[in-house]
């Protein structure tokens, strides 16, 4: 959010979350296949979902799916939309500025956690889809704007929000031992492990990673997530800079 499917449907072989359709052909509900696909792209990979391997989970025919998607940009494009829709903000009555910055930078990343696919999507593809943009667009500059913010500076605020929480997300997916030990097994181990990688460095060549070995297994923690929020949310609030100049 990957075991075999049969092509016969059976139901040792089908994979978690599949269904069987009623008819062959009968083409299940859009959010269904969505849905569907957004879970074989966030468990596995982008790459792995193909039209042949999204029907098998359905239970269709291939070609059942060329009635909402004609390629598989379609239904990339189709994905980005329904999860970049899906962002909620918490209520900010009374809140402070610096605390809804801090929200919304959370916000994202938790949805780019929760959707790992999004982080190449956002990368590849832009939206012109109105769901999508009322979610984590909208919403998100109206949040900007209502804690005070002068309108081009919401703007300002929220692309260096949203680049620090695609930036973070995509460099902590592939670093697991990033994750917090208590709440993730296995994680305290991998963590070991890696400080371990960083001390056994040539010390001759890398003195400064290897007396740091115990900092650097933290740079894909939430702990180095808060500190660089933190950061940005005190620079946001600081004081307008000089508005960018064309180059």
């Keep these: 959010m990957g075991e075999p499917v049969t092509r016969a449907g059976g139901a040792a072989g089908r994979k978690k979350g599949a269904v069987r359709a009623s008819q062959p052909n009968q ?12 879970r074989i792209g966030d468990e596995e990979s982008l790459d792995a979902l193909t039209m042949r391997r999204l029907a098998g989970d359905l239970g269709v025919g291939t070609m059942t799916l060329y009635r909402y998607f004609r390629t598989k940009n379609e239904l990339l494009d189709a994905m980005a939309d329904e999860i970049l829709g899906s962002l909620v903000l918490p209520p900010m009555e009374g809140v402070g500025a610096a ?4 929200v919304v930078a959370r ?30 667009y909208e919403q998100v500059l109206q949040a900007l704007v209502d804690i005070g913010l002068e309108p081009g500076r919401a703007v300002r605020a929220y692309g260096l929000l949203l680049v620090y929480a695609l930036g973070f997300s995509g460099y902590e997916l592939p ?31 890398f003195p400064v990673m290897v007396s740091l070995s115990d900092v650097l297994v933290t740079l894909p923690s939430d702990e180095q997530f808060e500190w660089g929020l933190a950061v940005l949310v005190a620079g946001i609030l600081a004081g307008p800079p000089p508005e960018p100049r064309p180059r």
């Excluded at 605390?99 to 801090?102: R, Y």
């Design 99 to 102: 605390e809804a910055l801090t």
């Design 175 to 205: 670093r697991p031992w990033g994750r917090d030990p208590q709440q993730v097994e296995g994680v305290g181990e991998l963590r070991r492990q890696r400080g371990l990688f960083y001390q056994a460095l040539p010390q001759d060549e």
């Design 107 to 136: 916000s994202l990343r938790d949805m780019m956690r929760a959707h790992p696919s999004v982080v190449r999507l956002f990368g590849s593809r832009t939206t012109r889809s109105q769901r999508a943009m009322r979610g984590s």
């Design 27 to 38: 083409a299940p509900p859009l959010e269904r296949v969505l849905e569907v696909a957004i």
